[in-house]
Structures are given as C-alpha cells and as structure tokens.
C-alpha cells in the first residue's frame, strides 16, 4: 500500500556561505523561498549563523527574565508589551522589546526589569535581535529580488522597525486546556520565531491540515504577517498558526517581528491583469490601532481588506 508522506514545513538553508550573489544556487534559493511564503507563508530556514552559545544564551536570558517577580514584568505593559495570565490562554505570557536593534532601547528594557543592570541580558538580546534582523533583511531581498522590485528594497529596509518579543509557556497538567495561543496570523510584515527544544508551534497548510515546527538549536520559523501579504498584492499568504501544548515541559520561544514606519504601497510592477491591485496605500501602524479597536480579532484576512482594500 503506497504511504501518504505526512505534510512537512519547506527547510530551506540560508547561511552566508551558501548565498554569494549571482550563483545559480543563490536564484533558486529565492524561488524556493518565494514559492514557500506563497504556498505556507512559512518556512524553516536552517541558519548556521546563529551560534550555539547565542542559542543557549538567549534560552537562558528568557528564562531569567520571566523568573522576575509579577510585578516587576507588569509594570510598564504600554512600552513592555505585557501579556499573561489571560483567562482565554492562561499558559501564555510574553514580554516584548520595541526598536530591538537599537541599543539605547535594550537598555531603557534592561532597566525597566533590572534597576540595578543586567549587562549580559542587554548583551545577549541585543546580539540576537542584530542577528535575526540580519535573517530578516537576507529573506526580503531574496523576495523583493524574485520579484524582480530589488530597486525598492533599500528604502523598505529604511524604514523597517524590529521588536524582539519573549515567550513562555507553562508545562500542562491534565486538567488544563493545551491552547498554548488560539489560531491567528501574526500583523508585522515578517515575524521569526526561535525557540528551544519544546514543540508546540503549528501552522496551517492551504489544505487545512496543521503540521508542527520541529525546533533545533539552528532553526528558526520565518512567517509572512498580513503587512507581507498587502506589499505583495495577495502572492504570499500570511502564515496561520498556533501553539498547542502537549508536553510536560515549559517553552519558551523568541521572535523578532517586523513592521513598517512609512506608507507602504504596492510595487507597480506587482499589479497586471492576473493581480489586479487588492490594497490602497497602507499605513502598519495605523493597521496595528485599527487591529486594537477590533478587539484583537485573531483572524484579520477581512481586517485588513476593511482596513485597506481596494
Ligand atoms: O510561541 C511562538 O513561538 C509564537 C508566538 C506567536 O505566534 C505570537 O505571539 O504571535
Ligand atoms: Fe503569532
């Protein structure tokens, strides 16, 4: 009887070395990559980059930061980006760094949590977040360039913001509900997610079928959010997922979600007769309020068509 391969999240290997412009294989690495983000919205992208010292020390950042006292992580929930103990996902707790790759702002975190310093947190997350940032900036061009729109991704990059975002997950017990988070897209233009050795993260294949991310010390999850979705004019779809806990064990993820400062419009050479233009010029942040005023509702395929459909 043939067997039915269970359905896998694309890998895709993006270290520096394997990258060198104008290589044959750098050009269907940006097939492959495009073709991911239109299929799944997702990819993992194996990158050797990321050191396995840095992995063990932002696990070990993490986990230093969520052992702080509630009301140390509660204090200032507008700039820290706070949320826990919600009765819908009471495993669930995140804590969040705006304009990561700056480090003023990693210290303006870092003393907010630690009043009197934590120089190897700042180190750490700061390290990370330049890190990922560098995935992020390496993927976009991979997707701007099989476009053929490259021209338009220095000012992109411009005004790209980062925010470097912790989670945890509380191991659960019989009695609890495993809904680690409930289904949604993610709002940011891109979201990358690392995480240790507890799995947990699904995303949701075009055929309705959830396939979990299997995490190693070099992987990590690159998601298209809906902003991604807007730019491309409905090519990549925003990648649906969600967390189920299952294991006896706590996890705890990082991810460095980009969003964009300035007006985004969809490039002119993305609209022709099979992709007539779906959005007006948009505004993220704008869209990140309106998402608010909608009570966080976590499917926004119809938000952001209200927000900014043709
Ligand atoms: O826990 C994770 O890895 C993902 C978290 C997530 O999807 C979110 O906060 O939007
Ligand atoms: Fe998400």
């Known amino acids: ?13 993006l270290s520096d070395d394997a990258l060198t412009p104008g290589t044959a294989f750098r050009l269907s690495a940006c097939r492959d990559v495009c073709h991911a983000l239109e299929e799944y919205g997702c990819f993992v992208a194996d990158y050797g980059n990321l050191s396995l010292e840095l992995h ?3 696990l070990e950042a993490s986990d230093e930061l969520f052992r702080l006292p509630s009301e140390i992580k509660m204090q200032d929930p507008n700039s820290t980006e706070y949320v826990g103990q919600k009765p819908q996902f009471p495993l669930y707790e995140r804590l969040g760094i705006v304009n990561a790759t700056s480090w003023d702002e990693i210290q303006k975190f870092t003393n907010l949590m630690w009043p009197n310093g934590n120089h ?3 180190e750490t997350a700061h390290s990370f977040a330049k890190l990922v940032a560098g995935l992020h900036q390496k993927v976009t061009r991979m997707v701007f360039e099989n476009y053929g729109v490259e021209k338009y991704c220095d000012s992109h990059m411009e005004s790209t913001t980062y925010r ?3 989670y945890k997950y509380n191991e659960v017990d019989e009695n609890e509900s495993k809904i680690g988070l409930p289904v949604h897209t993610d709002k940011s233009f891109t979201t990358i997610l690392h995480q240790n050795h507890v799995p947990g993260l699904e995303i949701q294949n075009q055929d309705g079928k959830w396939i979990g991310f299997e995490p190693t010390p070099s992987s990590f999850l690159f998601m298209a959010g809906d902003a991604f979705m807007v730019w491309s004019n409905d090519r990549i779809r925003p990648c649906i997922h969600r967390v189920m806990m299952g294991a006896n064990e706590v996890r705890y993820s990082i991810g460095l979600a980009t969003h964009q400062k300035s007006v985004m419009r969809v490039p002119e050479e993305l609209i022709d007769e099979e992709h007539p233009l779906q959005y007006k010029p948009f505004d993220h942040l704008g869209f990140l309020n309106f998402h ?3 009570d966080y509702k976590p499917r926004s395929d119809s938000l952001i068509k209200a927000y900014c459909g043709v």
């Open 120 to 122: 190897r947190f700042g």
């Open 292 to 294: 608010i005023s909608n």
């Open 56 to 58: 063990n020390q932002i």
């Open 164 to 166: 470097l975002r912790f």
């Open 1 to 13: 009887m043939a067997s039915q391969a269970l359905p896998k999240i694309p890998i895709l290997h």
